[in-house]
C-alpha cells in the first residue's frame, strides 16, 4: 500500500522485516544513482541511552552525486536541507518505508535551478518507491 503524507513525502508499506527492506531499499537507491551517506540506528540509542523498548527505526541519509552537485553549485546553502531521507521502520504488517520528498524540502529557496532538481531528485525517489512497493506510487509519479 502506497500512501502520501502531503506535508512530508510518500510512504510504501511492505511486508518484508526491516533488514529485507534495508537491503531492497539500498538496492533499487542505487539503480537510481543514489548512495547512502548515513545510516541511523534510532533504536540502538533509545535503548541504551534511556533504556527505551521500541520497533526498528532506520533513517537513512541517501545522496544522488549528480543531483547534490547540481543543487549545491545553485545555492551552496542548500546543504542544509541534504541529503534526501528516508525512514524505514516496523509496523505491525512488516516495514514502511518513507520518502522525504525533495519538492517539499527544497520550497523554502526561491531558486529555478533548485526545482528543477528537486523534481528530478522526487522522480527518482517514485522510481524507487515503485520497486520497493511493488506499486505504483500516489501522488510522486514516476517520470
Known amino acids: 500500500m502506497t500512501t502520501v503524507t502531503p506535508a512530508l513525502g510518500m510512504t510504501v508499506d511492505v511486508t518484508t522485516d526491516l533488514a529485507t527492506t534495508n537491503v531492497n531499499v539500498r538496492e533499487a537507491l542505487s539503480t537510481e544513482g543514489f548512495g547512502v551517506l548515513t545510516e541511523i540506528d534510532v533504536q540502538q540509542p ?26 549545491i553549485s545553485a545555492d551552496p546553502t542548500v546543504g542544509l536541507l541534504l541529503p534526501c531521507n528516508v525512514v ?21 529557496i526561491d531558486n529555478e535551478v533548485l ?5 528530478e531528485a522526487r522522480q527518482r525517489l517514485a522510481r524507487v518507491a515503485t520497486v520497493v512497493g511493488g506499486v505504483r506510487e500516489v501522488g510522486m509519479q514516476p517520470a
Open 46 to 71: 533509545l535503548k541504551s541511552k534511556l533504556d527505551v523498548d521500541t520497533s526498528g527505526y532506520v533513517i537513512l541519509g541517501a545522496c544522488n552525486p549528480t543531483l547534490a552537485h547540481r543543487a
Open 115 to 119: 526545482r528543477e532538481v528537486a523534481a
Open 88 to 108: 524505514i521502520r516496523e509496523i505491525d504488517t512488516g516495514t514502511r518505508v518513507e520518502f522525504a520528498d525533495p519538492e517539499r524540502m527544497l520550497e523554502l
